[in-house]
């Protein structure tokens, strides 16, 4: 197999022009299902002829609201990741619920999880976190304003929320302050648009 120099055209252009090889699945069993994950191992032959067994995650989609306000300053909540152990910033999110809108599941954790409600939603990215092992789509929208409402946060969910200055979460990213996928990568996606 041979590919061209990536010179010659664009990355597209390159992959157009290569033999495809893929693995090759050859069963899959249920290790473990419920409503927040599917979990199983799938048998795989690559295409040198190595055989193993992989663990494949799959779980729900999930929706992210980055929200900016007229100063810039993006709405995060402060919350303890049992999982790792630490105390993290992060975006309101989570689980969108069977067949409901992805816009509308996204805006609705963002005033469970923080008594905000988003005053206009739009799709910023959807990207998917460790594609070798889980599948489960992340979608991430930007709410440019929000207004405070009647609904008292979730206690479980948050230490606390605050407006903080989306050019200060770049620091917090280096600092460890904030680790979770979704916001980093909703952060840097939303200091790449206009102001």
Not at 106 to 114: I, K, L, Q, S
Not at 126 to 155: F, N, S
């Amino acid at each position: 197999m041979s590919v061209r120099p990536a010179s010659r055209g664009s990355a597209c252009d390159t992959v157009e022009q290569v033999s495809r090889t893929q693995w090759t699945i050859h069963g899959e069993r249920l290790v473990e299902e419920n409503r927040h994950i599917r979990l199983s191992t799938v048998d795989v032959e690559l295409p040198d002829g190595v055989k193993f067994t992989q663990y494949v995650a799959r779980m729900p989609r999930c929706a992210m609201t980055l929200v900016l306000n007229e100063r810039r300053e993006a709405l995060l909540m402060y919350r303890h990741r049992f999982i790792i152990d630490r105390w993290v910033w992060e975006l309101p999110g989570g689980y969108v619920d069977g067949a409901e809108d992805v816009a509308i599941a996204a805006a609705r954790e963002v005033e469970e999880e923080t008594g905000w409600r988003p005053d206009a939603m739009e799709h910023l990215v959807t990207y998917q976190p460790a594609i070798g092992t889980l599948d489960q789509p992340q979608e991430i929208y930007l709410a440019r304003g929000a207004h405070l409402t009647d609904t008292q946060p979730d206690v479980n969910e948050a230490e606390d929320i605050r407006w903080i200055p989306l050019s200060e979460t770049v620091q917090m990213i280096d600092r460890g302050e904030i680790v979770g996928a979704a916001t980093v990568v909703a952060v840097y996606r939303a200091l790449s648009l206009p102001a």
